[in-house]
Nanobody, 126 residues
Framework: QVRPVESGGGLVQAGGSLRLSCVAS????????IGWFRQAPGKDREGVSC????????HYSDSVKGRFTISRDIAKNTVYLQMNSLKPEDTAVYYC???????????????????WGQGTQVTVSS
């Protein structure tokens, strides 16, 4: 069963850092792309980053570029989202999503992913 499992959320002050993890349960990172999404109350789900299965190439939304870094550890079958210089507007539930494929074309669209984690809350206080 393909099931991404997130962890690592929490409460942090503005300017601080958090690292989210997404364990690929039931699938491998050399065949599935991984996207990170977030959803704040009353807002649409936003794609923030993606890492390809083919070559580990990465993509970021403008809202997080330069502050967030996505990476993967093939041996641990885990993808990470390192979040630095956090802002109150980064507060949201963060989701890890997976789909069979090589590259992150259209990575920001949630309908391009068939498998979703349960989400982890990130709260940034001012």
């Amino acid at each position: 069963q393909v099931r991404p499992v997130e962890s690592g959320g929490g409460l942090v002050q503005a300017g601080g850092s958090l690292r989210l993890s997404c364990v690929a349960s039931g699938f491998t990172l050399d065949r599935y792309i991984i996207g990170w999404f977030r959803q704040a109350p009353g807002k649409d789900r936003e794609g923030v980053s993606c890492i390809s299965s083919a070559d580990g190439s990465t993509h970021y939304s403008d809202s997080v570029k330069g502050r967030f870094t996505i990476s993967r550890d093939i041996a641990k079958n885990t993808v990470y989202l390192q979040m630095n210089s956090l802002k109150p507007e980064d507060t949201a539930v963060y989701y890890c999503a997976a789909d069979l494929g090589a590259y992150c074309s259209g990575y920001e669209a949630p309908w391009n992913y068939n498998y979703w984690g349960q989400g982890t809350q990130v709260t940034v206080s001012s």
